[in-house]
């Protein structure tokens, strides 16, 4: 049986442009999973575009990220003050 292959050039950004934005959001996740990006770059990401929060609530969340990288260098009294937060508004999730 006779094998054929092509090839197509496509640029990356005209490919992108064509994508739904679930198509964005799994090329974001794969990005994340080669560790080509870091989550907090994805999580800027996952937002373009799109004002879906305050300046605020951006900032509180940068700031989260941050404390998540930092796991191992915060101290066990501060590390506690949080696990009271996230105690105290958990079921605001649940």
């Known amino acids: 049986m006779p094998y054929f292959s092509t090839e197509v050039d496509v640029e990356v950004d005209e490919f992108l442009e064509c994508c739904s934005v679930r198509e964005l959001d799994k090329v974001v996740e794969w990005l994340v999973e080669e560790s080509q990006v870091n989550e907090r770059l994805a999580n800027k990401l996952a937002n ?9 609530q951006n900032s509180f969340t940068d700031g989260l990220t941050s404390l998540g990288e930092a796991f191992y260098r915060i101290s066990t009294e501060d590390q506690e003050t949080i696990e009271n937060l996230i105690a105290k508004y958990k079921w605001l999730c649940d």
């Open 48 to 56: 373009r575009g799109e004002d879906r929060s305050t300046g605020t």
